[in-house]
């Protein structure tokens, strides 16, 4: 069996002594759209349904192909529901054929197989119906994630400044939607690994920061970058609370009326 064409040998003996031997070649031919190539495939295609996928690196974050992007080489997409997969060639094509026709069946693309850990899909792929003799056109624009660290510290009212555990970082996207949880670590270090490019806001939660009697500096807005933007020490330092003196935070009014859409009791300290 091979990629391009199937061979299955054949021996028969009889009992008049007659010795035949037949090999049986299969093979089938798909039109893809995007390469505007027939391919030869060694499974079966008459019947059945197809998707041809692109695979590129989105350098300009616009969602297409365009002067700068990258085609993407072995980055495999999946049919999850007919467990059927392609891997892209050198012009970022990967051809799935031998779907099951009127069977619904999503179509991902595997992070895991891109050659770089920090690239994330763009797309989360899409549902496809395959009908017979017809090849869907599919396209998985790829970014560069970025990375945010930093620690936590309080401090004190003589200058001293002391790492703050156990307190959750919430990070918001600009619809006010969570992205993402981080906890700051027995030394207050936080991370948030595999940031997909956008505009965010960090805050630190009310009620964590309250059991600590630690008053957090007021939400700060990060924005990460196309190019894969890291930003390595961004520290979070606010107020030791040590005297147990209520919780309270800066602007808080003001902030809230710029970000309607990010719950409230986070900020007012009660717990999520």
Same mark, same amino acid.
């Given at each position: 069996?091979?990629?391009?064409?199937?061979?299955?040998?054949?021996?028969?003996?009889d009992s008049e002594e007659n010795l035949k031997a037949f090999l049986n070649a299969r093979f089938g031919l798909a039109y893809d759209p995007y390469s505007n190539k027939v391919k030869m495939q060694g499974d079966r295609i008459t019947g059945r349904g197809g998707v041809s996928a692109f695979v590129y690196l989105d350098n300009d974050g616009d969602r297409e192909f365009s002067e700068g992007d990258?085609?993407?080489?072995?980055?495999?997409?999946?049919?999850l529901q007919s467990t059927r997969f392609s891997l892209s060639d050198e012009d970022g094509l990967a051809l799935i054929t031998g779907l099951p026709t009127n069977r619904i069946t999503d179509i991902v693309l595997n992070e895991f197989t891109l050659p770089d850990p920090f690239w994330i899909?763009?797309?989360?792929?899409?549902?496809?119906?395959?009908?017979?003799g017809n090849i869907t056109r599919l396209e998985f624009p790829v970014h560069k994630s970025g990375e945010i660290d930093g620690t936590v510290y309080a401090m004190t009212s003589?200058?001293?400044?002391?790492?703050?555990?156990?307190?959750?970082?919430?990070?918001y996207t600009d619809e006010g939607e969570l992205h993402?949880?981080?906890?700051? $670590?027995?030394?207050?270090?936080?991370?948030?690994?595999?940031? !997909? %490019?956008?505009?965010?806001?960090? *805050?630190?939660? $009310?009620?964590d920061a309250e059991n600590q009697r630690f008053e957090? !500096? %007021?939400?700060?807005?990060?924005? *990460?970058?196309?190019?894969?933007?890291?930003?390595?020490?961004?520290?979070?330092?606010?107020?030791?609370d040590a005297n147990g003196v209520g919780y309270t935070m800066a602007n808080l009014s003001d902030y809230m009326a710029r970000h309607p859409n990010i719950d409230p009791e986070i900020l007012r300290g009660s717990d999520i």
């Open positions: 069996n091979g990629e391009y064409i199937r061979i299955t040998p054949s021996v028969t003996y990258e085609p993407i080489e072995g980055a495999r997409v999946d049919s899909t763009a797309s989360e792929g899409a549902s496809v119906r395959p009908r017979p003589i200058g001293d400044k002391n790492t703050v555990k156990n307190v959750r970082l919430h990070l993402e949880t981080s906890y700051a $670590a027995f030394d207050g270090f936080y991370i948030f690994s595999r940031v !997909p %490019p956008g505009n965010y806001t960090l *805050i630190v939660n $009310a009620k957090p !500096p %007021p939400p700060k807005e990060i924005t *990460i970058g196309y190019e894969g933007t890291i930003i390595y020490g961004n520290d979070i330092i606010g107020k030791s």
